[in-house]
């Protein structure tokens, strides 16, 4: 897919006022904080439309991570996304990390505050994964409460974001979509909708992902990620792998395309969290998504 030369510029929004979880039509295409990229962004302000911070980096007090922060909020707008939090654990909420994240809201005022549809610890240890949840009443009854606690600790709306698998539950479940839009519905979370994960899991489960847009209400989607994926074989099988290291693929791309048509130019987010390339290169994935989502952006308008 060839890009036009596409002029950004940065997002300097005010920052009074309650935060209130639109669809900001007018935002361009965000990128993932990395430290590597600290220096570099405070240094030449780049044109980047937003960024979004893995909340956890950012919870010690004082130091070098939350002074850059600091000093990028000033400029930019962000959003905090954790991967530790285990909504999903049958543990009990931990509540010294969700004081954390409040604190972390408190101060940087996100756009949006992100977790998963995952689990990640059980019985107080913890693995560096997001291990998915069988999709059956049971478990959204207990993910309903979760995200209430959750929203109710920090005092706002959370956006819950749909993870990659690679195998499925023998027990009777509802399809993903389903699960999630009944999760937004009845907890009134939003949701972060992974374009990369949705294609990840339609070519590893067989399903298409067409339906997994179409089954999804368009008023819940408030964000979408973008990654890129590395294919795999196991003995006969083909898997792809949500590695994050590489550029989006061609066949994302045009899923990415059916997404915004049908829930609109919401904030889109380039995620690369392993083998980082340079910031420039993250600037050209962005670019590539504000030139999809352009046309859309129009008619929004």
Not at 48 to 63: L, M, P, R, T
């Amino acid at each position: 897919m060839s890009v036009p030369d596409t002029q950004l510029t940065p997002a300097l929004s005010p920052r009074s006022g309650e935060r209130v979880i639109g669809t900001y039509p007018g935002l361009s295409a965000g990128i993932g904080l990395r430290a590597q990229h600290h220096e570099e962004i405070v240094s030449r302000l780049p044109p980047v439309g937003w960024f979004e911070a893995h909340s956890e980096n950012y919870f010690a007090q004082g130091g070098a991570h939350r002074e850059h922060l600091t000093r990028i909020r000033a400029h930019y707008e962000l959003s905090l996304h954790g991967v530790g939090l285990s909504m999903g654990s049958t543990d009990p909420l931990n509540l010294q990390h969700l004081r954390e994240l409040k604190r972390l809201v408190d101060e940087v005022e996100p756009l949006f505050v992100s977790e998963h549809l995952s689990w990640s610890s059980a019985s107080g240890r913890y693995v560096n994964d997001l291990l998915p949840l069988p999709y059956t009443e049971e478990a959204l009854q207990h993910m309903v409460a979760r995200v209430r606690e959750v929203q109710d600790g920090l005092g706002r709306q959370i956006l819950v974001e749909n993870i990659s698998s690679y195998l499925r539950f023998e027990c009777p479940e509802v399809p993903e979509w389903e699960f999630l839009t009944a999760l937004a519905r009845e907890s009134g979370c939003g949701v972060l909708l992974d374009v990369n994960n949705v294609y990840v899991n339609a070519m590893n489960h067989g399903f298409d992902p067409q339906s997994y847009l179409q089954g999804i209400p368009r008023t819940v989607v408030k964000e979408f990620h973008l990654a890129g994926h590395t294919v795999a074989h196991i003995r006969e099988r083909e898997i792809r792998i949500d590695t994050h290291n590489t550029h989006v693929s061609d066949d994302v791309w045009a899923l990415y395309h059916a997404a915004v048509k049908r829930f609109g130019p919401v904030p889109t987010l380039i995620e690369w969290d392993a083998d980082i390339p340079s910031l420039e290169t993250l600037q050209a994935e962005a670019a590539k998504a504000d030139w999809i989502s352009e046309p859309f952006r129009a008619v929004a308008a």
